[in-house]
């Protein structure tokens, strides 16, 4: 039994353990809140071997502190104060950065009050095994315990409260260790305050504490020289002023207040949104907000005012007349700002800013006048950032920012960086490893964005490897869409069966010692047999189908029964739940699971028994279900195919084998079920798959990129997943209406259609009913022409792009009649078949388990607050993750056009053409469509050409005539790979080649 | 809720409960027993009157003493103002609850046709209202020198995911699901379970086990302050006829 203990409290105490404050409420009253809290003397100081504190720490700070930086000799510790790990989080990340650090609760608190991503890093790294922090619970101890003084505002008390621990870890480690007669004396270890504020050092150094800046503190570190570029732009202000800073004239208008800001947003004079950059054109983005049908447009660099991709900002909105469309141009801030100097852009009066303004002001200018008022959109300007989303960015060197006489030399210098995405804007930053890190992937931070320069300041995190190396672009893929792919840690590891691979389904009856036979159903008999793509190795779902006595049919689907393995709230899981989803990438695949589960203990393999949650319907021969039921139970595979093996078995007549006959009663009720989805509505969309041709499994270089082929057999798995999953889905949901994790798709607004209507219609005559996904469904089918085979699959791609994405979401939390699936029809739906490579399919596991009276439902999953929690995660990882994905397609598709083009040249044979469509059209360009290869390219024109906005048109000067060019017209374009000369990162480029030779337009 | 390193919000660890401070001294005008308890910021009087003849004849039993029991609970107790008054449906479920909890405890049977009123008030609210009263009650009755079978002593048990906590505050009792536990000490018989979440199966029993546990050590402290009360009382009646020292004269009037 646990002891339980009264904390006593004399009432003298009330002044310091009270804490009174008044609280404006949601509706506006205002209330008084009274908290108390217990004072105690046994919050533990964390040093080794304290003789006062309680002894039992895991992990305890070093007894004699570090040593090794030259200002303290007799070893240190350092107590960090909030602004540190607000601005200079990547130096403490560093894993050069080694001193033990004291971590006060007051610092956690402020953090995590204004920056709750900075805040997760801060608790990750509390964890992590390479550094030795220790929280100080100093708000909790009687000594360090302080209230806020009248008129003090919270800043300074805290900053108060900062300073009495350290003056109290000071004392308490000479109180500690007395000296001992007889034995010489050793100096005790300083407790280092480290704190940007120069007044609070000087504060510190009064009371006798001793203090120090960042910066003079890397100064004395080892590895100082590396380090100091981790500082952010934050810090180095104060040390080297920056030349003529007050003469600066100020580039962008001054955010307004934060309380303007809320009171307009309140009010409905501003909007607030999240702001997205247009990735064709630098200087304009959009904000999309409640009030608009359209999103607010944004233009030029004044009205953007600073705003980064992904930040959430305040926008005022013009007058109606001052509206415009947005611009039909390709802009390239590298094009444009070649020229822009890295140390003294933004200045005054140089003449470089006056051309860049005088250059842009001509793009804006030259856009949009003549435009249809129906195109117009709200037009405005951001007046304030309610919170920014900067986080670490891939970028490349720019080497023209180089100072050319200083390329090998180790002095700071200020630099572009690049970031891949082409939403971002170029980042200058200072660094002493310029000439090393050019060519090189780096990581770079925003730290800051002053009204008085052009560009964002921020510092360097570290460099990822030489460009195009297939480590550093596997890296900064993962990193540019937040992957978590560090492999897994022991205390994961050791969440797995101890058997390891020896692992096996236990003989039933007496030496079943675990019991994992209980309530299982044995299957072992049952025909069952998996069809995959080729080379899979996370088999998570099995089939099987026979005829009963009554003409009717059982057909059974056997999923992985991963939920036997991952036990919920144990680290595995949570590792799982923070991952989210598998990430496939071209040549590597970042497990959800460690890969004893996902690939061998999970797995259905062929001819090894297996533990599975089957569902196990029975149809009629016309696929009306019957009745369903759900049992976890023991299969045994009898073989694993892939989709072309099942397809060429089926189809073989001479074949009279029960699998085979077992894989055409699937098939025949698959047909079945498909045509009746497709008479409910469901839509047959198609995105742009293309498979890469790898040499060989190590050397992975692409060779070639063929779209995917579609059998019968992808149909006939899909098919049945799709009905099991909307099975489990109902009965889930019965089961628990509050909690039931779910998966949804909103229908589309109409107005996400608007374009492609319009421009179907005035180019091929052809109208798209977007009443509902039956009605959207019928149209696509009739939009086909009949000389252009491929014209439909790309009207299926457009319009798949105009649509939502799917969400998961607990049902407790959304009307109920919110639950549909708009693209598959259904009324309900849910994710039940991978639980190996994706973490909603695990709840529903667990959920379905526990509605089927197998296993009691976990604490955790009653609750809808969790539930909402892990499937916000689950819904983010799973974005990224698809995107993670395409961009790693695009890369190798990249190399394999490279290798192509490379072969083709060796040849002799010219460049590599292909056939495209364009879909879209620019005054200078056209947007063009490689569906061969799945991708999307640009096709510039220097020249200005005629365009019609009106009708999505340009018109071109040909050899002999002028040549027009139109949405959807097919095309044929030359590709090539070429490096660009400032960043060295490849990029695609296509020139028309018919009906005109772009090249020299 | 409860931090990493095993921190409450207000600073106490998971099985910690709250300071306790009890006043037995006479209040009111004329009550037979009385009793002020806190639970942290969570402040309770109680007053009871009687035994005495019952005022209704409709409510007088032949065999037994009708116990009564009112709650208010002043306007200002919580940090929003609200006035409740007596027909509220929370106060008379309240009140409900502690009258079948007490009828049971005290020995009515030795007081037929007459009436037993115990006034609970209110005065601040943080967490644990229940739980309060009932301590309160037992305290004021066994002052009041009405015979009981045994204390009652409750407790509220919350849990924080997976980790139970004792005590909790109102921040904790409104985000936790938490259930209330009575028992009498001695024989170790539990009296009232009061739960108005949702609480797991699984976590029940833990944290119903570990509130009766609580309630032992509390039932330590009401004893230690009924003991020394009458210890007082017993030292200042030997003092009858001494002049009253300065200490005992406000207990005396």
């Keep these: ?1001 | 809720m409860l931090n990493a390193g095993g921190y409450r919000s207000d600073g106490r660890r998971q099985y910690e409960l709250r300071t306790i401070s009890i006043d037995l001294s006479p209040q009111g005008s004329g009550a037979d027993g009385s009793a002020s308890l806190t639970h942290g910021l969570t402040q309770v009087n109680v007053c009871v009157f009687g035994p005495r003849e019952a005022k209704m004849r409709s409510q007088t039993y032949h065999d037994r003493a009708n116990v009564n029991i009112e709650v208010a609970i002043a306007a200002f107790s919580a940090s929003e103002r609200r006035k409740r008054g007596r027909g509220d449906k929370r106060i008379l479920e309240l009140s409900q609850t502690l009258k079948s909890t007490f009828e049971p405890v005290i020995q009515t049977s030795l007081y037929p046709r007459s009436q037993i009123d115990i006034y609970i008030q209110v005065l601040q609210q943080d967490g644990g209202l229940l739980q309060a009263c009932i301590n309160a009650t037992t305290l004021a009755l066994a002052n009041a020198g009405i015979p009981l079978y045994d204390f009652v002593c409750a407790v509220t048990g919350g849990v924080h995911s997976t980790s139970p906590l004792l005590d909790l505050t109102l921040l904790e009792e409104n985000d936790l699901p938490n259930v209330t536990v009575a028992v009498m000490p001695r024989s170790g018989k539990v009296t009232v379970v009061s739960m108005e979440t949702r609480l797991h199966v699984d976590r029940f029993e833990e944290i119903f086990r570990l509130a009766g546990e609580a309630a032992k050590a509390i039932h330590v402290e009401m004893k230690k302050s009924v003991r020394d009360r009458t210890e007082q009382l017993v030292a200042s009646m030997q003092s009858v006829g001494r002049p009253p020292t300065g200490v005992d004269a406000g207990d005396e009037y």
């Excluded at chain 1, 008999?525 to 899979?536: A, Q, R």
């Excluded at chain 1, 996370?538 to 049919?553: E, Q, R, S, V, Y």
């Excluded at chain 1, 369903?628 to 045994?636: C, D, E, G, L």
């Excluded at chain 1, 080649?993 to 337009?1001: G, H, I, K, R, T």
Aim: glycine fraction near 4%.
């Design chain 1, 1 to 1001: 039994m646990v002891e339980i203990t009264i904390r006593k409290r004399p009432r003298t105490e009330a002044v310091i353990t009270q804490r009174k404050f008044f609280k404006k409420t949601a509706r506006g009253k205002v209330v008084k809140v009274l908290r108390e809290r217990y004072l105690r003397d046994d919050v533990a100081c964390g040093i080794q071997g304290c003789r006062e504190c309680s002894t039992e720490i895991p992990e305890p700070l070093p007894f004699s502190g570090s040593s090794e930086h030259q200002l303290y000799p007799n070893g240190h510790y350092l107590l960090p104060d909030t602004n540190v790990f607000l601005a200079q989080m990547d130096l403490i990340e560093s894993s050069l950065f080694t001193p033990p650090i004291i971590l006060l609760q007051t610092v956690i608190e402020e953090v995590r009050h204004r920056s709750l991503p900075l805040y997760n890093r801060l608790k990750a790294l509390t964890k992590s095994e390479d550094k030795s922090i220790w929280i100080f619970y100093n708000e909790y101890r009687s000594e360090t315990a302080i209230v806020r003084e009248e008129n003090e505002i919270p800043n300074d008390r805290n900053d108060r409260g900062i300073r009495v621990a350290t003056a109290w870890y000071n004392t308490h480690i000479s109180l500690t260790r007395p000296p001992i007669r007889g034995q010489k004396q050793t100096p005790h270890p300083t407790v280092v305050l480290m704190t940007e504020d120069a007044a609070n050092r000087e504060k510190a150094e009064k009371s006798g504490v001793t203090s120090s800046s960042v910066r003079k503190y890397v100064e004395g570190m080892k590895d100082a020289n590396l380090l100091l570029d981790l500082l952010a732009a934050d810090g180095s202000q104060e040390i080297e002023p920056t030349k003529a800073a007050s003469g600066r004239q100020a580039l962008y208008p001054d955010y307004l207040p934060i309380s303007t800001l809320l009171a307009g947003v309140k009010a409905g004079e501003l909007h607030q949104g999240h702001f997205n950059a247009n990735q064709y054109n630098y200087l304009e983005g959009s904000v999309p907000v409640p009030a608009f049908d359209k999103p607010i447009l944004l233009v030029g660099r004044e009205n953007m005012n600073r705003a980064v991709q992904g930040d959430i900002v305040v926008v005022e909105v013009f007058p109606e007349k001052e509206w415009k469309a947005p611009a039909d141009e390709v802009v390239d801030q590298e094009a444009t700002l070649k020229n822009d100097d890295a140390e003294d852009s933004g200045e005054e009066g140089d003449e470089n800013g006056e051309e860049v303004s005088v250059k842009e002001s001509r793009v804006l200018s030259g856009s949009s006048s003549q435009k249809p008022p129906s195109e117009r959109q709200p037009t405005g300007r951001v007046v304030g950032v309610v919170k920014r989303n900067w986080r670490a960015y891939v970028c490349h060197i720019d080497n023209t920012s180089l100072t050319s006489t200083l390329t090998t030399s180790l002095s700071t210098q200020t630099v572009f960086a690049t970031p891949v995405s082409r939403l971002l804007p170029r980042i200058r930053l200072r660094t002493r490893q310029a000439p090393i890190l050019l060519n090189q992937k780096i990581l770079v931070t925003i730290d800051r964005w002053d009204a008085t320069s052009r560009y964002p300041e921020g510092h360097f995190v570290r460099a990822l490897g030489r460009v195009e190396s297939k480590e550093a672009e596997q890296e900064s893929l993962l990193l540019e869409f937040e992957v978590p792919y560090r492999p897994f840690g022991k205390a994961i590891l050791d969440c797995l069966p101890p058997e390891g691979d020896q692992w096996v389904v236990p003989p039933k009856g007496e030496f079943d010692v675990q019991n994992i036979w209980r309530e299982r159903e044995d299957l072992r008999d049952v025909i069952v047999c998996s069809i995959d793509p080729p080379g899979c190795q996370d088999i998570d779902d099995a089939l099987h189908a026979k005829l009963l006595p009554n003409g009717n049919i059982e057909a059974g689907v056997h999923i992985a029964d991963v939920s036997h393995f991952v036990l919920p709230d144990n680290p595995m899981d949570s590792e799982a739940a923070a991952r989210g989803t598998t990430v496939y990438l071209v040549d590597n695949r970042i497990d959800m699971l460690p890969s004893l589960l996902g690939t061998n203990l999970c797995s259905l393999r062929p001819f090894v028994e297996r533990l599975a949650f089957s569902s196990i319907w029975e149809l009629t021969p016309d696929a009306e279900i019957v009745s369903v039921r759900f049992t976890k139970s023991v299969i045994k595979s009898k073989a694993a195919f892939t989709y072309e093996e099942a397809q060429i078995r089926k189809d073989d007549p001479n074949l009279q084998d029960d699998l085979t006959n077992s894989i055409r009663l699937l098939n025949s009720l698959a047909i079945k079920l498909k045509a009746k989805r497709m008479a409910a509505g469901a839509l047959n969309l198609a995105s742009p798959e293309v498979k890469i041709h790898l040499d060989s499994a190590e050397s992975s270089d692409p060779i070639d990129v063929e779209q995917k082929e579609l059998r019968e057999t992808n149909s006939l798995v899909e098919e049945f997943m799709l009905l099991a999953n909307i099975s489990v889905a109902k009965k889930i949901e019965e089961s628990f209406p509050q909690t039931a994790v779910l998966r949804r798709h909103l229908p589309p607004p109409k107005t996400n259609f608007e374009k492609l209507q319009d421009i179907l219609r005035k180019t091929k005559g052809l109208s798209l009913d977007v009443s509902s996904s039956g009605a959207l469904a019928a149209s696509l089918d009739i939009c086909v022409d009949a000389n252009e085979p491929a014209f439909n699959t790309l009207v299926r791609i457009m319009a798949t792009r105009c649509m939502l994405s799917a969400e998961y979401f607990s049902s407790g939390s959304v009307a109920k009649n919110t639950f549909g699936h708009y693209g598959l029809a259904s009324k309900i739906y849910t994710h039940f078949t991978s639980p190996i490579r994706r973490y909603a399919d695990v709840l529903v596991h667990r959920q379905l388990s526990a509605a089927i009276g197998f296993t009691p439902l976990h604490a955790t999953l009653h609750s809808k607050s969790h539930v909402e929690r892990v499937l916000d995660v689950v819904n983010r990882r799973h974005r990224m993750a698809q995107m993670a994905g395409r961009a790693s397609v695009e890369f190798y598709v990249g190399l394999a056009l490279k290798a192509r083009g490379e072969q083709a040249k060796v040849r002799g044979e010219a460049d590599v053409k292909e056939e495209a469509f364009v879909i879209r059209t620019f005054r200078n360009g056209v947007g063009v469509f490689v569906s061969k290869l799945g991708i999307e390219g640009l096709v510039t024109f220097k020249r200005d050409t005629q365009f019609d906005a009106e009708n999505y048109t340009i018109t071109v000067p040909g050899a002999k005539k002028d040549v027009k060019i139109s949405v959807f017209d097919k095309v044929i374009v030359r590709i090539e790979v070429e490096k660009d000369k400032n960043t060295q990162r490849g990029k695609v480029k296509m020139t028309l080649v018919e009906p005109v030779d772009s090249s020299a337009l």
